[in-house]
Structures are given as structure tokens and as C-alpha cells.
């Protein structure tokens, strides 16, 4: 394992190296899992890890859409709103695996006669209720559409 790791304070991500996950010692001196980054920005080069992509207000959730059947070829789309920037990138979907508080299924049913076929439309935020591999990342989509709103709501009121 790398020696590489990221310390999050409350004023800025420190780092030290590449974007290797590693360990480190969190503020009351317990050793922690540090969180890794999973995408940088690819205008302004702003790292993102997950938290910042599932709550942060200035990251906004596009929506979802696929490039093949294959679960590897799904991707969340996100648009970074802060000024000067305005970029907007994707990220897999995989990346969020450990997100997902149900089962995956390992079968991909688009096109079957149940399919809605939502994934198909990046701007179709509809709800899948099927039991295919896409959908628990579909339901997921919502999930961190909720907490964004609420962390919105949260900055607001400050």
C-alpha cells in the first residue's frame, strides 16, 4: 500500500501524493480510512471525492445515463457550478458502489418488456422500480438529489 494519503480539515484538502486512498490520523489521533479523490475537475482542476459529489451544492447532479450494457459504461453526470467554471464531467457509477444500501443484481434487463428505459435519456430523472443492475444506481441518483437539496437548504439558512 501506497504511503500516499489526503487529510481533510475544515479550510482546505491537504495531500500528499496522487490520488491513492490511504491511512492517516484523524484529529483525535485515531488512525482513519481517508476518503480518495474521485475526479478532478477537468477545467478548473478542483479535486472531488465522493461526500463533496453527493452533497455539495456547487456540484450539480445531471443525471445518469449509460454507453453500453455493461455496467463499467454507466456514468453519473455532474456539472461544477461555481463561478469561473461551469464544467461539467462524469464519473462512474461503480464508484458509488459502496453508496448503495441494497442489492446489485448482476442482470441488466434495458430492453426487456418491463424497461422504461430511463437510462437511456441523461435528462429523464424518472424512478426505476425494476430489478435490473442499473437500477439500485438509478434509485441512488434520487438519494443524492435529496441530500444536495438538504445541504443547499442547510447553506441557505446559514
Not at 500516499?4 to 482513519?32: H, W
Not at 461551469?86 to 426487456?112: A, C, L, N, Y
Request: charged letters at 30%.
Amino acid at each position: 500500500m501506497s504511503d500516499q494519503f489526503y487529510l481533510f480539515t475544515p479550510q482546505k484538502l491537504l495531500r500528499n501524493g496522487d490520488d491513492t486512498i490511504g491511512r492517516g490520523t484523524d484529529f483525535s489521533g485515531r488512525e482513519s480510512r481517508l476518503t480518495k479523490v474521485v475526479h478532478t475537475c477537468p477545467y478548473c482542476k478542483q479535486e472531488f471525492d465522493l461526500d463533496t459529489l453527493m452533497y455539495s451544492p456547487e456540484v450539480a447532479l445531471i443525471g445518469m445515463s449509460f454507453a453500453d450494457d455493461d455496467p463499467d459504461w454507466v456514468y453519473y453526470f455532474f456539472q461544477h457550478e461555481i463561478s469561473n467554471c461551469g464544467s461539467s464531467f462524469v464519473v462512474k457509477v461503480r464508484e458509488f458502489e459502496r453508496q448503495i444500501d441494497e442489492p446489485i443484481s448482476s442482470e441488466v434487463k434495458f430492453g426487456g418488456d418491463c424497461c422504461e428505459e430511463h437510462c437511456v435519456s441523461l435528462g429523464d430523472l424518472g424512478a426505476c422500480n425494476q430489478e435490473c443492475s442499473f437500477a439500485p444506481y438509478r434509485r441512488f441518483l434520487h438519494k443524492m438529489l435529496e441530500l444536495k437539496k438538504k445541504s443547499a437548504e442547510r447553506v441557505q439558512g446559514s
